[in-house]
């Protein structure tokens, strides 16, 4: 193993982030310069690397800082994510815990969560322009399934601030994860988390505070012949079942929709991200199941382009 510290003379933090960006390169760490910087401004206690003023980059390390980071790239060495090797990480304006094999939040995910406020402000809106002029504030129900770290249900409780939020996920490991990033952030008032796998369930366990205005999901979506193709740092650190959606992706989708009328209010909505296969699959498969009164309302495309995010509502009686 390379040792940083080793080396002779002062070492400050532009040295080694150089230094570890070509000892990954070297050893074929996918973004070895982003991998290094985070983990020297973690070990400084900074979010970015440009965020460290011009006198820290030059000031020297201590040896302890030297042999933290150390530590923390020799486990980026083996492939580690990143977001476990610092064990924290952002999503939207939370900064969360992370810790192995719980899914890492993706970037495009933050998305949903704004397709979530659009769809409440506009209801809200709705309800006061109509004849029946209602100032209420809503509270909202919402349902979660699949919450992994609880980033969604998080941001989601943040950001409307009346809300109430069920959180369930089938595996403890993400239901205990959940659980110590809803206590850092003293959000425990207003959530559920329940460890619980949606495909043996009853809709009934899910009711406790009535039925749902919204049901948010990334459910895992990735078509199994797909699940090889996977980076070595999703493949060895992660839970595959947050991701592989078993032979069309659509297992835990179908699942969802299936459960999805007993839980919404009328006029309630599922927010799904999705593989950009499934918008079609899905439109064809409600076609084929007119009896769960569920209409695609619409298709969302994710930053790059791809469509990423449906829409789907519950008709009204
Ligand atoms: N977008 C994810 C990935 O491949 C898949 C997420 C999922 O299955 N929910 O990294």
Redesign the pocket.
């Known amino acids: 193993r390379q040792s940083c510290s080793a080396r002779p003379g002062l070492v400050t933090a532009i040295d080694v982030v150089g230094y570890w960006q070509k000892v990954f390169e070297t050893n074929g760490i996918p973004e070895a310069r982003e991998s290094s910087e985070y983990i020297v401004s973690f070990v400084l206690g900074a979010k970015t690397f440009q965020s460290l003023n011009s006198e820290k980059l030059r000031t020297p390390l201590t040896a302890v800082q030297q042999e933290q980071i150390q530590q923390l790239c020799h486990r980026r060495l083996e492939r580690m994510p990143v977001q476990y090797v610092l064990g924290e990480w952002d999503f939207q304006d939370l900064t969360l815990k992370m810790k192995p094999p719980v ?1 890492i939040p ?1 970037p ?1 995910t933050e998305d949903l969560i704004s397709l979530v406020l659009e769809e409440e402000s506009r209801k809200h809106k709705e309800k006061n322009s109509g004849l029946c002029f209602s100032v209420a504030v809503p509270h909202p129900v919402i349902l979660e399934i699949g919450c992994g770290s609880g980033a969604i249900a998080l941001s989601l409780l943040c950001k409307l601030p009346q809300s109430r939020v069920i959180a369930v996920d089938k595996e403890e490991a993400a239901v205990d994860l959940t659980k110590e990033n809803v206590h850092r952030l003293q959000l425990q008032d207003r959530i559920h988390i329940l460890h619980h796998n949606v495909s043996y369930s009853s809709a009934k366990q899910l009711l406790l505070w009535g039925p749902m205005d919204f049901i948010v999901s ?5 078509f199994h012949e797909d699940m090889a193709s ?1 980076d070595a740092e ?1 493949l060895r650190y992660e839970d595959l079942g ?4 078993g032979a069309d992706g659509m297992r835990v989708i179908k699942t969802i929709l299936a459960l999805a009328p007993s839980l919404l209010k009328d006029s309630g909505s599922v927010f799904l ?1 999705v593989d950009p296969r499934h918008p079609d699959m899905v439109e064809n498969w409600l076609q084929a199941h007119p009896d769960l009164l569920l209409t695609l309302r619409a298709v969302h495309k994710d930053f790059c382009g791809k469509p990423r995010f449906l829409h789907i509502q519950k008709q009204s009686r």
């Open positions: 899914f993706r495009e990334n459910p895992p979506y990735v996977l999703i947050a991701l592989d959606g991200e």
